[in-house]
């Protein structure tokens, strides 16, 4: 959430709980998820696949633009309390997660 609200792409990876955040991170098209690093302790990822996935997350124009775009409607959604905003900004997230 912090994230969303600054406008900084994220690069998920769930370790342990649900993957529901992962999922919505990837679907919103703020962030990425490798899906092949596992879950909980299924196989060690190493240093250089991290910084690959890094690397590609910082280089990647649309997500920092989505990024940038979804941390504007945070702020204007909790900058004036309405809950009318916030709903339409809920929404709006999930109507690009159906796209």
């Known amino acids: ?19 529901t955040n992962a999922e919505v991170v990837e679907k919103v098209g703020v962030g990425i998820w490798d899906r092949t690093w596992g879950w909980g302790n299924q196989r060690l990822v190493i240093e250089d696949e991290i910084q690959r996935k ?22 204007k959604a909790s900058g004036n309390g309405s809950k009318r905003t916030i709903i339409e900004t809920i929404a709006s997230l999930k109507q690009n997660m159906r796209n």
């Open 1 to 19: 959430m912090e994230a969303a609200r600054n406008g900084v792409p994220v690069l998920a990876w769930p370790t342990w709980g649900p993957k």
């Open 54 to 75: 890094i690397s590609e997350l910082m280089k990647d124009g649309k997500l920092k633009i989505k990024a940038k775009m979804v941390g504007e409607e945070a702020r």
